[in-house]
C-alpha cells in the first residue's frame, strides 16, 4: 500500500524558516518524481514545487521561487521541502503528493502538514 | 500562465441526477487534463487524467472528455458519497500545473 506521510509543519513567525519532511512507503520511491502541493485554509488547490526521479532536475511555481527549495534522499525515501522567508500567504496544508509518471499527474497524497505563520 | 475556470462554483444535484462540470483553459492543452475529487478535510484523490481516462478503482460513473480548451467531468447517476469539492488541473508545460478554483457539489 502506497503511504506518504507528511512532518514537520507548525506555527512560524514572518520571516522564519521550516523544513518539511515526506516519509514514503509502499512504492518504488526512486522511480516516481514527486510534488508539494498547498492549500490555504478554505481554498483550493496550488502546486508548489515538483523534484524529478534523481533529484538532478525541480521546478517551483513563481511564488516560492527563491525561497523554498524541494530535495530527495532516495536512500531514506524521503521528500523534503525547506521554506524559508515564510510570509502569511505560505499559510496553509502542504501535501506530499507522488506523480504516476513523469506527468504532473498526482496519482497518491499524503494526509497534509499545516504550516502557520503568523506573529 | 494557464488559467484553468471551472463552473459552475457551487452546484446541489438529487441522488440519481446526472451531474456536469466543466472546465475551461486559457489556452489550448490539448487533452493535458486531470480531476481530482476533495472530500472535506481529506486529501485529493485522482479521478481521471489525460481528459478520459478514468483512475483505477473510480466508478465508472465518472467519466471525463474534451480537448482543446473545454473539458467536462461527468456523473452519470449521482450517489450520496459523490458530495465533495471537484478540481480540474493542467500539466501541459510539463514544467507547472495549474488548478482549477474548484466546484463544490452537493447533494439535495
Known amino acids: 500500500e502506497v503511504q506518504l506521510v507528511e512532518s514537520g509543519g507548525g506555527l512560524v513567525q514572518p520571516g522564519g524558516s521550516l523544513r518539511l519532511s515526506c516519509a514514503a512507503s509502499?512504492?518504488?520511491?526512486?522511480?516516481?518524481?514527486m510534488h508539494w502541493v498547498r492549500q490555504a485554509p478554505g481554498k483550493g488547490l496550488v502546486w508548489v514545487s515538483r523534484?524529478?526521479?534523481?533529484?538532478?532536475?525541480?521546478k517551483y511555481a513563481d511564488s516560492v521561487k527563491g525561497r523554498f527549495t524541494i530535495s530527495r534522499d532516495n536512500a531514506k525515501n524521503t521528500l523534503y521541502l525547506q521554506m524559508k522567508s515564510l510570509r502569511a500567504e505560505d499559510t496553509a496544508i502542504y501535501y506530499c503528493?507522488?506523480?504516476?509518471?513523469?506527468?504532473?499527474?498526482?496519482?497518491?497524497w499524503g494526509q497534509g502538514t499545516l504550516v502557520a505563520v503568523s506573529s | 500562465d494557464i488559467q484553468m475556470t471551472q463552473s459552475p462554483s457551487t452546484l446541489s444535484a438529487s441522488v440519481g441526477d446526472r451531474v456536469t462540470i466543466t472546465c475551461r483553459a486559457s489556452?489550448?492543452?490539448?487533452?493535458?487534463l486531470a480531476w481530482y475529487q476533495q472530500k472535506p478535510g481529506k486529501a485529493p484523490k485522482l479521478l481521471i487524467y489525460?481528459?478520459?481516462n478514468l483512475e483505477n478503482g473510480v466508478p465508472s460513473r465518472f467519466s471525463g472528455s474534451g480537448s482543446g480548451t473545454e473539458f467536462t467531468l461527468t456523473i452519470s447517476s449521482l450517489q450520496p458519497d459523490d458530495s465533495a469539492t471537484y478540481y480540474c488541473?493542467?500539466?501541459?508545460?510539463?514544467?507547472?500545473?495549474?488548478f482549477g478554483q474548484g466546484t463544490k457539489l452537493e447533494i439535495k
Open positions: 489556452q489550448t492543452i490539448s487533452t493535458w
Open positions: 488541473q493542467h500539466y501541459k508545460t510539463f514544467s507547472s500545473c495549474s
Open positions: 503528493v507522488r506523480d504516476i509518471s513523469t506527468w504532473y499527474v498526482m496519482d497518491y
Open positions: 523534484i524529478n526521479s534523481d533529484g538532478s532536475s525541480t
Open positions: 489525460t481528459a478520459s
Open positions: 509502499g512504492f518504488t520511491f526512486s522511480s516516481h518524481w
